[in-house]
């Protein structure tokens, strides 16, 4: 590469990069939807249980969208489909405004939103990944955090348009705000480079490319899949539970049980910052394994100990850190297994579990009620996927022979 190709590789990825980002706090802004939920049960005359289904739905939607990411980028590159996102994102939020029934929520707020945000975010993410090889962590990091901070900024941004425009004109608002936040920022990217596949070496610490086929066709993958369905799984049910638990298991008052959103946000963004730095210092696969010994401490906390106000809110943060610092890293890893080439496939299937996990600890406690079954089930799965993160190996011996597939 000469100087010139040098230089224009740079700028590419740099722009790439500041490109991704905006779009990444711009798509977390999706994460402040429990501000919402009183008013929208004012308006659709509908307990709040019922409204709140639609964000259960957007989580779906987005798992779903994620792993159909691949297919999109693939046919009308990665710029397009995000300005479709972001088109998509702005007309879910208007119907949201004109939703007059249930149906129409689910459908706007959950369906259309949910799909919009799940396309933008993890192919936008893989690209950027692809541009820095070299530092996969730190830039999963920093676009990952981006997302995070995303709720937190937009989480002022809609309070103060609530309290002065109202429910109707702040949906529109936000939409606008958002897709133009999406539409810059994909005018900066640019689609990555296909990577150099490697012939692997004993003890090098990268897998060649496998395609989707390949890789699901591996016991690693779905060793990875149940580690990942066990981190979001107690994750989004800890933090979407946080100030029940506060209250009916610590008896904290309504005021004390609700600064648990704070002390979730700052133990999420610390974990992504934290672990995604550390993941490109050492092997990920060990840094997965710290973060479920991290979310043990914390499970083990929640289920084992008499809590008082001090232990709930490290038992939270402990959850919080660890799945803030597992989705962070998760993509780099799943590139060191199966290669960067088909990332953006091989990870969007694996996400589903994210959409899975969401529901999947809800589902639990109310068909069995109360927290203790549902931890006692996290907590399983914490041992399980430990003892998988620490015996798991590169899939280099069985199918290094097989010839390489290219993305075309």
Sequence with gaps: MNQTQQASYQRSRWLTLFGTVITQFALGSVYTWSLFNGQLSQKLDAPISQVAFSFGLLSLGLAIASSLAGKLQ?????????????????????????????????????????????????????????????????????????????????????????????LEQTFMIWGVLAMSMIITGALLMREAPLQQTRTITPGQQ????????????????????????????????????????????????????????????????????????????????RVISLAQIVSLIGMSVLLFTRMNEMTFFLSLACVAFSFGGTITVFPSLVSDFFGLNNLTKNYGLLYLGFGIGSVLGSLVASLFGGFTVTFSLIMTLLVISLFLSLTIRLPQSSVTAEPVLQRH
Excluded at 87 to 107: E, I, P
Excluded at 138 to 165: D, E, P, Q, R
Excluded at 216 to 230: E, I
């Design 74 to 166: 693939e046919r009308f590159g990665v710029r397009r489909v995000t300005i479709g996102a972001g088109v998509l994102m702005a007309l879910g939020f208007w119907l949201t405004a004109h939703a007059n029934n249930l149906m129409m929520l689910y459908f706007s707020a959950g369906l259309l939103v949910g799909l919009a945000d799940g396309a933008g975010y993890l192919m936008t993410l893989s690209n950027c990944v692809k541009w820095f090889p070299e530092r996969k962590g730190m830039i999963s990091a920093c676009a990952i955090g981006a997302y995070g901070l995303g709720s937190l900024g937009f989480k002022f941004i809609c309070g103060a348009l609530l309290a002065t425009v109202g």
């Design 206 to 285: 990268h897998a060649r490319d496998y395609t989707l086929a390949q890789s699901v066709r591996l016991p690693q993958y779905w060793m990875l899949a149940l580690m990942f369905l066990t981190a979001c799984m107690s994750g989004l049910y800890v933090i979407g539970v946080a100030k029940d638990i506060g209250e009916g298991l610590v008896h904290l008052s309504t005021q004390t049980a609700a600064s648990a959103v704070t002390v979730i946000a700052i133990a999420n963004l610390s974990g992504r910052l934290v672990l995604g730095v550390l993941s490109d210092k050492m092997l990920r696969i």
